[in-house]
């Protein structure tokens, strides 16, 4: 069965960047896949963060906006997340999302910055 692995969380200081990784394993045809980063912070809905097309066109919410950068490397099934200029408010457990005709989640990562 299809799995996503996030990796690349961790503990940051304001203003420091991480970069987070997601392999997808078992999973044909990555390319064809829609992949997208989300967050969720306790207490709030799980929000889009950053989403990548097939042809590699990219979509960031306002919040990501010349802080974050996704990108994907399809011949090693995996889609990444930069993220600069780390803030306290991007502290949420970060989540992988794969879409086609089915859609697979991760299990999470959490990142926490502090101030």
């Known amino acids: 069965q299809v799995q996503l692995v996030e990796s690349g969380g961790g503990l940051v200081q304001l203003g420091g960047s991480l970069r987070l990784s997601c392999v997808a394993s078992?999973?044909?045809?990555?390319?064809?896949?829609?992949m997208a980063w989300y967050r969720q912070a306790p207490g709030k809905q799980r929000e889009l963060v950053a989403q990548i097309t097939t042809p590699g066109n990219t979509n960031y919410a306002d919040s990501a906006k010349g802080r974050f950068t996704i990108s994907r490397d399809n011949a090693k099934n995996t889609v990444y997340l930069q993220m600069n200029i780390l803030k306290p408010e991007d502290t949420a457990v970060y989540y992988c999302r794969a879409n086609n005709l089915l859609t697979y989640w991760g299990q999470g990562t959490q990142v926490t910055v502090s101030s």
């Open positions: 078992n999973m044909q045809a990555f390319s064809l896949y829609a």
